[in-house]
């Protein structure tokens, strides 16, 4: 048996939808707009409770996401055709910082081969320490030592510049030292220096009125053998020696091996030293002094490395060495190095 409430119901729906089937048919209302109503139809045909420019306001929507997908698009193409010439000129430096990379390592390797080996310094007639730091790959510093049967010949060479110029420069005076003390024989340390210095110039073409001024400042010493007698001079580079407490400073000339240098008048003079044994010699480049460092990011200064030299210089000369290394490379800190580093000591 049928259930008279839900005939009531029945009969409520019906008519529900039989008037809104009616009022679709007729077009005189259709509250909601479906999507083809809104882009293909005629709003104008509806009343409905929203505003009549649905239609030129979603063109503009879809025309602007429009535009800012093609400029999305060509940013991306053009920052990604820019990332890809970059790479490849990044590739391009790489490889070839790469390769000079390779020269200069391999550069030092000449450079090196070309300081005394440790054979030589160890069966020396003196006790021979070097602190030796070059700033670079290759270094303006070099030392040399030669033994005949009476002397042993002792040198620190700054050449001007650091780097690749600075070892250019560093080959031009082995070979001028070369040529004056093997070749020539020269004897004494002021006539040395004197001969590299017309080797360089002629080398350098610095007689012929070139603009290249560069040169080296040399501190060469000869020692005798037997008697412990030392002939220093020097160009630029000035000689130390400890003797027991006593401390003395030897003054070298204000000049440099080769170079042009109308101004200076002083040349390097002979300086003759009688020395006990168990004497010290010191000579170094200009690298150690120069460097910044400290709590105030001051020079190291001579003044400070002749103190360091006196106070102590009663450990043995390894460990004097071992100290100065210690003790430069605590006052640089963070900091660059500024130069070469060349620190000669010889004990008697």
């Known amino acids: 048996m049928i259930n008279p409430k839900n005939i009531r119901w029945l009969f409520i729906l019906s008519a529900i939808a039989l008037s809104g089937f009616v009022v679709a048919q007729s077009g005189e209302l259709k509250q909601h707009l479906t999507f083809y109503d809104t882009f293909f139809g005629n709003e104008q045909d509806y009343q409905v409770c929203y505003p009549k420019d649905h239609k030129n306001f979603f063109y503009s929507i879809i025309l602007s996401s429009a535009t800012a997908l093609f400029l999305l698009g060509f940013i991306i193409y053009y920052k990604s055709k820019n990332n890809k010439l970059l790479q490849s000129k990044n590739d391009v430096i790489q490889q070839k910082n790469q390769e000079l990379l390779d020269s ?24 021979c320490q070097v602190l030796y730091k070059p700033r670079d790959i290759v270094s303006g510093d070099f030392y040399w030592v030669y033994e005949d049967t009476e002397h042993i010949y002792a040198a620190v060479i700054d050449c001007t510049g650091h ?25 004494t340390p002021a006539e040395v220096l004197h001969s590299m210095n017309d080797y360089v110039k002629a080398v350098l073409k610095q007689s012929q009125g070139q603009e290249l001024k560069d040169g080296m400042e040399v501190g060469l010493c000869i020692i005798h053998k037997q008697t412990h007698r030392v002939e220093y001079a020097g160009a630029g580079i000035k000689l130390y020696y400890l003797s027991g407490q006593h401390f003395q400073e030897i003054k070298a000339a204000k000049c440099s091996v080769g170079s042009v240098q109308p101004h200076v008048v002083q040349i390097p003079e002979n300086v003759m030293l009688q020395l006990a044994k168990g004497a010290r010699l010191y000579m170094h480049s200009d690298g150690i002094v120069d460097q910044f460092g400290g709590e105030n990011a001051k020079k190291f200064s001579t003044r400070q490395l002749k103190q360091f030299i006196t106070d102590t210089g009663a450990l043995s000369l390894e460990q004097q060495m071992a100290r100065l290394e210690e003790t430069f490379d605590l006052w640089k800190g963070p900091l660059e190095q500024t130069d070469d580093v060349l620190f000669l000591s010889i004990e008697l």
Do not use: W
């Not at 560093?170 to 004897?187: G, P, R």
């Open 163 to 187: 780097g690749v110029p600075g070892a250019f420069l560093s080959l031009l005076a082995h070979n001028a030292i070369n040529k004056a003390v093997i070749e020539l024989e020269i004897k």
């Open 104 to 127: 200069i390592t391999y550069a030092r390797r000449i450079q090196q081969a070309l300081l005394p080996e440790p054979s030589v310094m160890t069966h020396l007639g003196v006790n």
